[in-house]
Structures are given as structure tokens and as C-alpha cells.
């Protein structure tokens, strides 16, 4: 069963309970939805989450609640497989946890006594934010400070205003944060990014045209393509408030490195990124990049070593969502099968990029 996407964003709940978007959301076993509703099966006197892996039921066996405690009192019991039970508790601690997170200063993460003034022992709390989030509760906390000294900036105040007004204890924390969570620097975001400078080159490789894009911060896309004008329009739909141009001559290095080692030359590559992410993309392409080469990993392994054995489909989704292929190396990770499964830049790109590292050459 997955999580919840891990972003502070708020999922929008479904409208009043609208049973034909409940039912939708049901059979897309859509993740964003567990914890928003829980759905009952008459016949089997069970409920479930919406995104729970049992075999769907009829639409006229169904019906559907709000909260677990709705469905209990009506007769039904928790499905010992998705456990809806424990995903609302553990939901309904992070919200309250979240509310007095959002009005903190402090810039550091106090679990023991976060948890004690939400009645809760730090153990719980943290496994409440794994299950709820795939976050920790420190991770959460940065998230939501970005969030917030991003909103500040929206709404015109300077970034010294915004950098203290959101609890950062001095400016090179915020601009560590902001490389990482921004994408860009808090003066850059201010202005819609339209001060973000990404050049690009287009070259051949062992497995067809590439096209490299970088700051001087570090590689902002590595796309894989026939076509060079789709190839940067894709770049500029990534990238829609960036000043882009062509010219790789400042980043030739790393060009030079990611070619090597597509022609199996350079097995290690450890170049900087500088790519927009939410802090579980973030997680899922570290863990990612720690995937020797020539060795895969499953969607699900990839889950259970981000401490989210059932993220599996937000897993895949942080795959398919990677700009700098290759680098963050999403090829890596295939089914539970065996079989190769979801590439953004199609499976025979990845058959022949896992191909390439089982025999690199000297």
C-alpha cells in the first residue's frame, strides 16, 4: 500500500465526499487519497484504504466513509493487509504535529519535545511521519520552512526579512537549503526564476543524441532524444522561467564525463546537481545514486530502503519525474519480476544503457 506523496502540499479533498470520485480514486489505487476516505465492502465486512493491493470489489458492494471509526461503528473491521486503521492515527498525529510546526521559529527539530507536547512518545512520532509522509519529522520540518520562506517571498518581502521571519539561523543555512530545495537561490526564486541561467549542449552518444543542461551550480537535465528542437522544448517546459541558451563550453567536463561514461568508460559518475525536487524525489534519487554500477534494484527494494515498504507506485512516480538521467541513475531500478518497466525516454534506451554497464569497456 503506498504513502502518501511526500511533499507538504495538501492533497485536496475530494468534494463532499462525491462517491463516483471516491470510487475513481479507488480504482486508480490512487495514494494521494488514503487517509482522505476509507472504502467498505459489504460482502466481506471489510474496509480498506483506497490505494489497498486486494483485488477490487463491485462498485454495489461498496460504500464508502470518511473516517475508520464511521465504517467501525457501522460493522466493519480494518483490512489486516492495508491497515487503514493505523494510517488515520498516524495521519491525524502528523496534522497536529504539522500545526505547531508550521508556528515554530526554531530552527531546529526537538523530537522528544514535539512528541510530548502532542501526548506521544518520539518512537511514535517518527514512525507516524515514515508511515504518513516517508518523511522524519526533521525532514518534514525543513520542508515546511522552505515552504513558508518560499510564500514569504511570493508576497514581496526581501530575503533578509523572509530568511529570519521563517526561523533560519543565518544566511548560508538558507541558501545551503535553498540549492537543494529551491532549485535556484532565494533572490532567483523572488523573481519567478527568470535569473536562473541554464546553457545546454546537444551531442551524440552511444545510444543517440543527448542533451546536457547545466548551471554553474551544477547539471540541471541529461534528456535523451532523436529530435534537438523537441529535445530543448522539453528543457524549456522544465524549466519555463529560466533564461536558457545554447552553449556547453562552461560545463564541458562534465559533458565529457557523462559521454565516457555512457560508452562504458567512466563507470563512476559523481557530478553536482542543480535540479527543482520535493524532498521524496530528493531521498528516492540519492538512494538511486547508490545503486552500483551494473547491479538494479526494484521499485520495491528502493521502498523498504527509504523506510516506505509500501511506496512502491510514489517510487516509480520520482523515477519517471528525473531530469538528469544517467546521472541519477533511474535506469537501475526495474519490477519485482525482473522486468524493465517505466523509462522516460523509453524501454530500449533502458535495455541498452543496462546492457552497456554489464560489459563496460577498459
Given at each position: ?89 498516524a495521519a491525524a498525529l502528523v496534522a497536529r504535529a504539522a500545526r ?135 528543457l524549456r517546459q522544465e524549466y519555463p ?122
Amino acid at each position: 500500500m503506498n504513502g502518501n506523496h511526500t511533499t507538504v502540499k495538501r492533497v485536496p479533498a475530494l468534494a463532499a465526499m462525491d462517491p463516483e470520485a471516491c470510487w475513481r480514486a479507488v480504482l486508480a489505487r490512487d495514494p494521494r487519497s488514503d487517509g482522505k476516505f476509507v472504502l467498505a465492502v459489504r460482502s466481506t465486512r471489510i474496509y480498506c484504504r483506497p490505494s489497498c493491493p486486494a483485488r477490487r470489489p463491485l462498485r454495489q458492494n461498496v460504500v464508502f466513509y470518511a473516517r475508520p471509526e464511521e465504517a467501525e461503528r457501522q460493522g466493519f473491521r480494518p483490512c489486516r493487509r492495508c491497515r487503514p486503521d493505523e494510517l488515520h492515527a498516524a495521519a491525524a498525529l502528523v496534522a497536529r504535529a504539522a500545526r505547531v510546526l508550521e508556528s515554530s521559529n526554531e530552527e531546529s527539530v526537538q523530537l522528544g519535545k514535539l512528541a510530548a507536547e502532542l501526548g506521544a512518545t518520539a518512537g511514535t512520532l517518527r514512525r507516524a511521519f515514515r508511515q504518513s509522509t516517508g518523511l522524519t519529522p526533521k525532514e518534514f520540518a525543513d520542508a515546511l520552512r522552505v515552504k513558508r520562506f518560499k510564500r514569504e517571498l511570493r508576497q514581496g518581502k526581501n530575503v533578509a526579512a523572509a530568511l529570519y521571519e521563517t526561523g533560519y539561523g543565518s544566511s548560508s543555512r538558507v541558501y545551503e537549503r535553498s540549492n537543494a530545495q529551491l532549485g535556484m537561490t532565494p533572490a532567483t526564486y523572488q523573481r519567478g526564476g527568470k535569473g536562473m541561467k541554464i546553457a545546454y549542449t546537444i551531442t551524440d552518444s552511444t545510444i543517440g543524441r543527448i542533451l546536457i543542461g547545466a548551471t554553474h551550480r551544477g547539471v540541471s537535465a541529461v534528456y535523451f532524444g532523436d529530435e534537438e528542437k523537441k529535445l530543448v522544448h522539453e528543457l524549456r517546459q522544465e524549466y519555463p522561467q529560466a533564461e536558457i541558451s545554447p552553449g556547453g563550453q562552461p560545463f564541458s567536463a562534465w559533458v565529457q564525463a557523462i559521454v565516457r561514461h555512457l560508452e562504458g568508460k567512466q563507470p563512476r559518475l559523481d557530478l553536482p546537481l542543480d535540479v527543482q525536487a520535493t524532498a521524496f524525489q530528493r531521498r528516492v534519487w540519492q538512494e538511486l545514486q547508490r545503486i552500483p554500477y551494473g547491479n538494479t534494484r526494484t521499485y520495491g527494494q528502493i521502498a523498504r530502503a527509504l523506510g516506505r515498504p509500501r511506496a512502491v507506485r510514489a517510487v516509480a512516480r520520482a523515477c519517471a519525474t528525473n531530469p538528469v538521467s544517467v546521472v541519477v541513475p533511474c535506469h537501475r531500478v526495474i519490477r519485482g519480476d525482473g522486468k524493465l518497466a517505466g523509462y522516460r525516454w523509453g524501454l530500449e534506451k533502458k535495455e541498452k544503457l543496462l546492457a552497456r554497464e554489464k560489459t563496460p569497456r577498459a
